[in-house]
Every structure is written in structure tokens, then in C-alpha cells.
């Protein structure tokens, strides 16, 4: 089946600072999930979204679902070292996941 | 501990062996799920179950492979005749039906298995 494709593949960011990873689709959803994986551990389901324009927060975490339902954005404010792991999205109940998108923070 | 079980957590088995996992899911999840996961990569679905049937398996999955869930609860996946190429990860999650409010999957820890 398609599968999402999630930009970047690998994020390298400095402690403190702010970055987006994205989560596209060329066609419309209906639902999107995210997960994260840290290293050595397992996917962990973190949100859905389902609605159009929906943005959700957990603490730094900022999980958005585009007007047109057909991205999804996962913004996370003055990164820490704890948000290191790989960010994986899935759409519409689908059983397949992508390469997710790897973060790496330098302290 | 009401998660997602899954027995043994590592395995080392020999070229040729047989090997089998299981998986004891979240009790009201009736959605188990199987996925295979190497370095680097995210992970790759082989096969789910919605109560005891077994819905969809992946065509990438060989014959030796085979997944079982008898009564709806556990369910248990075997490798036969295992060759290097099965190391991996071998993960297994859980699930409400779709449609439920925040629908998402419970993975486990996943047993972790290499060929020699």
C-alpha cells in the first residue's frame, strides 16, 4: 500500500532549539497516528489527529493536521535530549509504517 | 502491568531451527498485530488477527513463517526452518477497532531474535 512520506529522514538539532518534522501524503486522510521509538526501545503511540486543522499539544510537542487533511506536521520546542529517538507517522489505519524520521540532539 | 507481552525477550537459535513467539496482547484489544523490525528501519507488518481470524498476511511473508492466535487472547508466531536473514526485531501490538477515540497501537518489547 502507499505509504506517507516523512521529511526529513534525519534531524540533527541543537539542545534548546526548535524543529519540525513533517508526515505527507498526496492523498486526503482520514486519520493520521505518531509514534515514537527511542533507541533500542519500542514504538510508543503518542496522538491521533482526525480533523481538519487540528493541532494538539503534549507539553513540548505539537502535532497538527493540515486544512486540506493531507500532511501533518510534529513541532517540538527547546529540544532535550529525551526527545531522541525516531518519530514514525501512520495513516488512516493503515498497517504499514514509513522510515520515520530520526532525531539526534547535540548537547 | 496491563501492556502488551511478548515472550522470549531475546532468542539465539542456530541456522535450520524452528523457533516460536508469543504475544499476550491488552485483554480489550481484539486487533494483534505482528511486525519485523531491522536497524534502521521501521517496522515492516507480516501479519493481524481481529479476535482469532487472521486477516491479512503480508505477501513478503514466506511460507515459513506462520502466525496463530486460537481463542481470540495470545497469539504465537513461527519461524521455521529459520535462516540469517530472520534476525531482527519481532514486534507485536495491539489494538482497539479503528474508529474508537485516540486509535492507536500498543506495542510490546519485543523478543529479539538471532540467527547463527
Known amino acids: 500500500g502507499q505509504q506517507v512520506m516523512q521529511i526529513p529522514q534525519y534531524q540533527h538539532v541543537q539542545e534548546g532549539e526548535d524543529f519540525t518534522t513533517y508526515c505527507n501524503s498526496s492523498t486526503t486522510l482520514s486519520n493520521i497516528q505518531w509514534y515514537k521509538q527511542r533507541p533500542g526501545g519500542h514504538p510508543v503511540f503518542l496522538i491521533q489527529?482526525?480533523?481538519?486543522?487540528e493541532v494538539k499539544k503534549q507539553k513540548r510537542l505539537t502535532f497538527q493536521f493540515g486544512e486540506a487533511k493531507k500532511n501533518s506536521s510534529l513541532h517540538i520546542t527547546a529540544t532535550q535530549t529525551t526527545d531522541v529517538g525516531t518519530y514514525f507517522c501512520?495513516?488512516?489505519?493503515?498497517?504499514?509504517f514509513g522510515a520515520g524520521t530520526t532525531v539526534t540532539v547535540r548537547a | 502491568d496491563t501492556g502488551v507481552s511478548q515472550d522470549p525477550r531475546h532468542k539465539i537459535t542456530k541456522r535450520g531451527q524452528n523457533v516460536t513467539f508469543r504475544c499476550d496482547p491488552i485483554?480489550?484489544?481484539?486487533?494483534l498485530y505482528w511486525y519485523r523490525q531491522t536497524l534502521g528501519q521501521g517496522p515492516e507488518f507480516l501479519t493481524y488477527f481481529q479476535n482469532e481470524a487472521q486477516l491479512e498476511k503480508s505477501r513478503l511473508l514466506s511460507d515459513r513463517f506462520s502466525a496463530e492466535r486460537p481463542k481470540g487472547s495470545f497469539s504465537t508466531l513461527e519461524i521455521q526452518r529459520t535462516e540469517q536473514g530472520d534476525s531482527a526485531m519481532y514486534l507485536c501490538?495491539?489494538?482497539?477497532?479503528?474508529?474508537?477515540?485516540?486509535?492507536?497501537?500498543?506495542f510490546g518489547s519485543g523478543t529479539r531474535l538471532t540467527v547463527v
Open positions: 501490538a495491539s489494538s482497539s477497532p479503528p474508529g474508537r477515540v485516540n486509535y492507536g497501537y500498543t
Open positions: 485483554s480489550e484489544h481484539n486487533r
Open positions: 489527529l482526525v480533523k481538519s486543522g
Open positions: 501512520q495513516k488512516d489505519y493503515k498497517l504499514s
